[in-house]
């Protein structure tokens, strides 16, 4: 069965995505998803609060004396401070570079353009095959509109594809005002890709103590639903790639993802729930469901069930709001 796929312009035996995670993180960990049929790697963000980090690092490193004598054979203060995160990400990007064959994504988060560019730069060269921009923002600053956020974002990808010649993707939330409206003023300002859709992790509170709380909950299936709407409705507007990210567990979620105009998928709370062999299980389940249903290759799946092609486009919008609320209690 063919099983294969285009995201980024990056040929793929499998829709199946290593997303980021502790999985990414290590080169041992990474071999073995090579190893069980993972298509492609995401490696996890390098924060704009570790750059910020980085640069008052070594600030800090020039401001303050090594010795404090004038005879000191080295005034500055011992540098291991300042190697931190940025320089060992770029490292294990390149070690992981040398050591798998699948396509590896380097990832940034930050909300400033200007902290974009030089980093972007710098993954490239170390030999990722495309980036992701990371847009995971809190708003909670009333005096910015939306629109001046999203501007700010569509200004960083603008940087960072002036920047670099491999593919750009950008990991949104649903968080816009229009979000599809949004994908749209992405992919003419160049993205190559959108990820659909960023999770976000949402802190509880102690009521003894007074303080928050951050616990990291996995997904499940019924995250996917949010993905689905909102695949469906992009997928017809954009042609650029997208990807799904979250909810996706089992063979029939791969499926609906696809169905509704994914080119790829990324793992991340099933891998961590079910072993990196899950991919294997995957990648064979998704073969065996597609000749069970008489479907000759993925790309003739995709996007069957896309908002252009569903058979009631109005599942997905205010009417079935509407129809679900009138009825409710009547079942």
């Known amino acids: 069965m063919d099983l294969t796929t285009t995201y980024l312009g990056l040929s793929l035996s499998n829709p199946f995505v290593a997303g980021p995670s502790p999985l990414t993180h290590r080169l041992e960990t990474i071999k073995r998803l090579e190893e069980a049929g993972i298509a492609a790697i995401v490696l996890p963000p390098l924060f704009e609060e570790q750059l910020l980090s980085e640069q008052m690092a070594l600030l800090h490193s020039i401001d303050t004396p090594a010795e404090s004598f004038p005879e000191a054979l080295s005034y500055f203060a011992e540098p291991a401070r300042s190697i931190v995160a940025s320089e060992a990400y770029i490292a294990h990007l390149a070690e992981v570079k040398k050591h798998i064959s699948v396509p590896i994504i380097g990832a940034i988060n930050a909300v400033t353009p200007d902290r974009w560019a030089d980093y ?78 960023h999770r976000f ?78 991919v294997t299980t995957l990648r064979a389940g998704l073969s065996t469901w597609l000749e069970q249903n008489e479907y000759e290759s993925l790309g003739q799946m995709r996007g069957s069930m896309n908002f252009k092609r569903i058979p009631d486009p109005k599942a997905l919008s205010r009417a079935h709001y509407m129809h679900l609320v009138s009825s409710w209690g009547s079942q």
């Open 120 to 197: 972007a730069r710098r993954m490239e060269e170390a030999g990722a095959a495309a980036l992701e921009l990371d847009f995971y923002f809190v708003a909670n600053d009333a005096s910015e509109s939306g629109e001046e956020i999203e501007q700010r974002f569509i200004d960083a990808l603008r940087t960072v594809k002036g920047s670099v010649r491999i593919p750009v993707s950008v990991k949104l939330t649903p968080f816009h005002t229009s979000l599809a409206h949004f994908a749209r003023n992405l992919e003419a300002a160049g993205a190559d890709g959108l990820v659909l859709l």
């Open 201 to 278: 992790y949402e802190p509880d509170l102690d009521i003894e103590k007074l303080e928050p709380l951050s616990r990291l909950q996995l997904s499940d299936s019924r995250e996917l639903l949010l993905r689905l709407r909102w695949l469906a409705i992009i997928s017809g507007k954009v042609t650029c790639s997208l990807a799904a990210n979250g909810g996706v567990h089992s063979v029939q979620d791969a499926v609906k993802a696809i169905m509704t105009g994914a080119d790829c998928v990324q793992l991340t709370s099933a891998l961590l729930k079910n072993g990196i062999g899950h």
